[in-house]
């Protein structure tokens, strides 16, 4: 901050490490350019250039195609700060918290039908592998992303995968506990061997291994997550419902209320990068259109265990759904034509 007075006149402040050289938020005061380690033209870390780390960022952020002249023009919609995040979501929680309570004073678990618990057993609790592959996907965009805006806003969508991982384990010990017979809670084998998980484990671990920063937000905030999410917060919901499982469908539904926030922050971070960098729209869509039918039939696929005779998860249904879960990611931002 500099200041400029002159004699007879009120003091008068320019904010000059600030974009828009106003007095800002109390979001901005706390968000602004932190990030020392990105220094364009310089090695980010404090350690010989050719050190593995300087190497690392200088080729998978630094020098990424998916490119802006100053990051720092980025702003999360919600403007969330650790504070304001942490009692949001605090209030989510007692939430949550209020509707288990409820539905366990009910005897809700035990009351469960054996085919929705077979489902259950199938398709839903061994999501919590798939869900730690997001908050590991988000973690590392969030350690890569070249301005503290963009790490803060992944951050905290980081801190919403462990929040959904920490309700559905909590979902399985209370099935375990309350239905013994299933076997709930042994649920590696089936993420690492069941068929109908294997392409989307497949896609997750691809996406854990993709280096380019600006590649892997975009294919997790505007495909893999949204895909995802179609299934595992909106049409589990649809099917727990459907069997009485009102605690899932609420929860899964809540959940969801994450999701929508994650979807924000991503459009006005695209459109940032798009206004500075019209090249960065015909990027995106790229890297959307590559990716797009695989996931779309690695989750349709891993939908499959939860289709009953009750809800029957109508997989032409299931992908239309899934489609346009991207479809909807991307419209904002002006990607109209993914594959079909």
């Known amino acids: 901050m500099t200041s400029d007075v002159t004699p007879g006149t009120r003091r008068r402040r320019t904010w000059s490490r600030y974009t828009d050289r106003k007095v800002p ?6 968000s602004h350019d932190l990030h020392w380690h990105y220094k364009p033209g310089q090695p980010p870390w404090e350690m010989a250039p050719d050190h593995v780390w300087n190497r690392w960022y200088i080729e998978n952020r630094n020098e990424s195609p998916f490119t802006c002249p100053d990051w720092n023009r980025f702003r999360d919609p919600d403007m969330l700060v650790y504070r304001t995040y942490v009692r949001m979501q605090d209030e989510a929680e007692s939430y949550v918290d209020g509707l288990i309570d409820d539905h366990e004073g009910r005897g809700a678990y035990a009351a469960l039908p054996g085919e929705w618990l077979g489902a259950l057993r199938s398709g839903y609790t061994p999501f919590r592998y798939a869900g730690h592959a997001l908050l590991m996907a988000a973690t590392y965009v969030m350690s890569m992303a070249p301005s503290s805006y963009i790490s803060n806003a992944v951050a905290f969508q980081g801190g919403d995968e462990l929040r959904r991982i920490q309700r559905v384990a909590y979902q399985t010990r209370q099935l375990q506990v309350h239905h013994p017979e299933f076997g709930f ?12 998980w294997q392409p989307l484990r497949k896609v997750l671990e691809l996406l854990l291994v993709e280096r380019d920063w600006g590649k892997a937000f975009v294919s997790l905030n505007f495909v893999v997550k949204p895909a995802i999410d179609a299934v595992f917060n909106v049409r589990l919901a649809e099917a727990a419902e459907a069997h009485g499982d009102g605690l899932t469908a609420m929860m899964h539904r809540h959940l969801q209320l ?41 989750v349709v696929d891993a939908s499959a265990p939860l289709s009953t005779s009750v809800s029957a998860l109508d997989a032409v249904e299931t992908r239309r759904a899934v489609r346009e879960s991207i479809a909807a990611a991307v419209r904002p931002i002006g990607v109209e034509h993914l594959q079909s």
């Open 185 to 196: 809670g042994d649920d590696r084998a089936v993420w690492e061997r069941d068929p109908s």
């Open 258 to 298: 994450d999701s929508e926030r994650s979807a924000r922050w991503s459009v006005a971070l695209a459109r940032t990068a798009i206004e500075a960098v019209p090249d960065n729209s015909g990027l995106i869509a790229g890297w959307v259109n590559d990716a797009t039918a695989a996931v779309v039939d690695a």
């Open 25 to 30: 938020t109390e979001y901005e005061f706390v």
